[in-house]
């Protein structure tokens, strides 16, 4: 099946630092989404981005579909961006998404 | 407000024991799923359902059950739970797979 490889595993920054997250995936997908997952546990959409460039305040994600791999950008990192970032693929013709591992992300003040 | 809620937060029961987490959504969505999520592992597929009566098997089915009678819940049942069950799970919700996924706040079951 699909394999989604995401990296780091988990990084440690400043607040104010910049940060880029990787998502690989295996075959082709019809879509995917990026989530965060704070400490408390929540489950939050940030981007649903098959392919392209997508901005959201300080946050931005870029798909490269050809390429099989998206890009999650975190600009002048804040505590609160602290939690684990997950990327979600969508199975060509399979109802699924499949979940990478997710990178873990600690903001120090 | 859009919400996804599951019930209950928190269980600890014991091995074989059957229990019900259940799942509700206010925003008429048609399509559910089932998650579990383990240390190091990310969020792994249990169940999903495309509409009323209709389901299918995610990539961890095993010892686990589901029903959609109605569009807006879909419970998950263990019939005889084992302790490789213990996990969190999440419930969610979406217009269709592809798009934005509302996700409850979890139940953190624990099976001894």
């Known amino acids: 099946g699909i394999q989604v490889e995401q990296s780091p595993p988990d990084l440690i920054l400043q607040e104010g630092a910049n940060s880029t997250l990787r998502c690989n995936f295996s075959?082709?997908?019809?879509?995917l989404q990026w989530f965060h997952q704070n400490p408390w546990g929540q489950l939050i959409n940030l981007f649903y981005i098959p392919s392209g460039t997508k901005q959201n305040g300080r946050l931005s994600a870029t798909t490269v579909a050809t390429e099989r791999y998206s890009l999650l950008y975190i600009s002048s990192s804040q505590t609160t961006d602290s939690g684990v970032y997950f990327c979600a693929v969508e199975r060509d013709s399979n109802y699924q998404l499949i979940w990478g591992a997710g990178t873990k992300l600690i903001i120090k003040p | 407000e859009a919400q996804v809620t599951q019930n209950p937060r928190y269980l600890i029961t014991v091995t074989g024991k059957k229990l019900t987490v259940t799942c509700s959504q206010n925003m008429n969505h048609e399509y559910m799923s089932w998650y579990r999520q383990d240390p190091g592992l990310g969020l792994r597929q249990i169940y999903y359902s495309m509409n009323v009566e209709v389901t299918d098997k995610g990539d961890v089915p095993e010892g686990y059950k589901v029903s959609r009678k109605e569009k807006r819940n879909f419970p998950l049942i263990l019939e005889s739970p084992s302790p490789n069950q213990t996990s969190l799970y999440f419930c969610?919700?979406?217009?269709?797979?592809?798009?934005?996924?509302?996700f409850g706040p979890g139940t953190r079951l624990t099976v001894l």
């Open positions: 969610a919700a979406s217009w269709t797979v592809g798009n934005e996924q509302f």
């Open positions: 075959d082709s997908v019809n879509n």
